[in-house]
C-alpha cells in the first residue's frame, strides 16, 4: 500500500485486504466461516479502517470515531 495515497482512497482497500484473505482462508481451510463472520456485521462485508496519514489527515470512518469522542467529551466537562 503506497504511503502517497490518501487515507480515503487507502480505507477501501484495506476493506478489500481483509475480504480477500477472509475468502482465501475460507478456502485453504474447508468449511471454516471467515467470509460468513465477517459479512455478519455488514451484508457487504465492509469493514470499518481508521486509517492516518502522514500529515495526521484521517479517513472518514476515523473522522467518525473522533467526532464522537470529541462530543463525549465536551459533554463531560460540560456536566462537571
Not at 480515503?8 to 467470509?35: E, I, M, W
Not at 460468513?36 to 455488514?42: A, F, G, K, T, Y
Request: hydrophobic share 40%; glycine share 4%.
Amino acid at each position: 500500500m503506497a504511503l502517497s495515497m490518501t487515507p480515503n482512497a487507502r480505507a477501501p482497500k484495506f476493506s478489500l485486504d481483509v475480504q480477500k484473505r477472509a475468502r482465501d482462508l475460507d478456502s485453504k481451510y474447508h468449511g471454516s466461516t471467515f467470509t460468513q463472520r465477517l459479512q455478519s456485521n455488514d451484508k457487504y462485508g465492509r469493514y470499518l479502517v481508521s486509517v492516518v496519514g502522514p500529515f495526521a489527515n484521517f479517513s472518514d470512518d476515523f473522522m467518525v470515531l473522533c467526532d464522537f469522542l470529541v462530543r463525549v467529551r465536551a459533554h463531560r466537562e460540560i456536566n462537571s
